[in-house]
């Protein structure tokens, strides 16, 4: 361990985590998109500015070790601050939130308009995502956001979009009582302005919505609907962008002491990059 990294070590007053940009810019940001205590170690060509612009929309303090001197700044400041040589960069989040090891967590652990995506779905759609640290996901239409909480409690970045005001509140309200870090776009998708994800959720078969994130090339697209008129179009859509398709369609009911409940039926289909 450097000095420089010890130094911010000790002034983050928490435990971090250490990542080297050596091993390339997009997982470092991911990791400081999704934790709250990182220290990235700089590399040629990615400085202070570089890490600071990747957080844009992200709410997070930075601390730069500067000439052995400690700058501590707005990442729109750290953007067009001329620095002498700098090597370690400490990224904060406001809050200090822990990842969670278990998953597909219980209906009832998020709050929802009307129901999420079952927990039994949910698993199979984590496995497809792979969410993991120094990967960014994308949550589109994202209703009550329950993947994209679980997904960043697994160490993703994640980003959810959602036009509806009510539901980005319920998000907000569920990575909140999770206590994890998810960025919210309370909007209709606008692909380009978004940094580009390892994968994406589409929470409904909404073609225009299959089509911009399969535009995106991540490597992974999963897409969930409960109309059937939707499965064909979302899956033309995927192979048109060049993904390999499978899918499959859930009905899992759950056993009551009365017997099984009714299931909400859902086809899930997934496209992986060739």
Same mark, same amino acid.
């Given at each position: ?6 130094? +911010?070590?000790?002034?983050?007053? =928490?435990?971090?985590? !250490? /990542?080297?940009? *050596? $091993? #390339?810019?997009? %997982? @470092? +940001?991911?990791?400081?998109?999704? =934790?709250?205590?990182? !220290? /990235?170690?700089? *590399? $040629? #060509?990615?400085? %202070? @500015? ?225």
């Amino acid at each position: 361990m450097t000095a420089s990294v010890e130094r +911010l070590r000790q002034a983050a007053g =928490r435990p971090v985590e !250490i /990542v080297d940009a *050596a $091993d #390339g810019l997009r %997982p @470092a +940001l991911n990791v400081c998109r999704a =934790r709250s205590a990182v !220290i /990235v170690e700089l *590399a $040629d #060509g990615i400085g %202070p @500015a570089e890490i600071a612009a990747g957080l844009a929309g992200w709410r997070r303090t930075l601390t730069v070790s500067d000439s052995g001197e400690l700058t501590t700044l707005d990442p729109r400041d750290a953007v067009t601050r001329r620095w002498t040589a700098p090597d370690a960069v400490l990224c904060l989040a406001d809050n200090e939130f822990l990842l969670g090891h278990d998953w597909a967590l219980p209906d009832d652990a998020f709050a929802s308009r009307s129901h999420v995506l079952g927990a039994e779905v949910r698993a199979f759609v984590l496995a497809r995502l792979a969410p993991r640290p120094g990967v960014l996901v994308w949550d589109v239409l994202a209703g009550s956001g329950a993947v994209a909480v679980e997904c960043a409690r697994l160490g993703a970045a994640v980003l959810a979009v959602e036009p509806d005001p009510v539901q980005c509140v319920r998000i907000i309200a569920n990575a909140s009582a999770h206590g994890v870090d998810v960025r919210v776009e309370e909007a209709e998708l606008d692909a380009p302005s978004l940094p580009r994800p390892d994968a994406v959720f589409v929470g409904r078969g909404d073609l225009a919505a299959v089509k911009a994130c399969a535009a995106v090339s991540a490597r992974r697209v999963v897409v969930a609907t409960e109309r059937v008129d939707e499965i064909v179009p979302a899956r033309d859509a995927l192979q048109a962008a060049g993904y390999e398709v499978e899918g499959v369609h859930w009905t899992a009911s759950r056993l009551l002491d009365s017997g099984f409940a009714p299931a909400v039926p859902v086809t899930l289909l997934w496209g992986t990059k060739k």
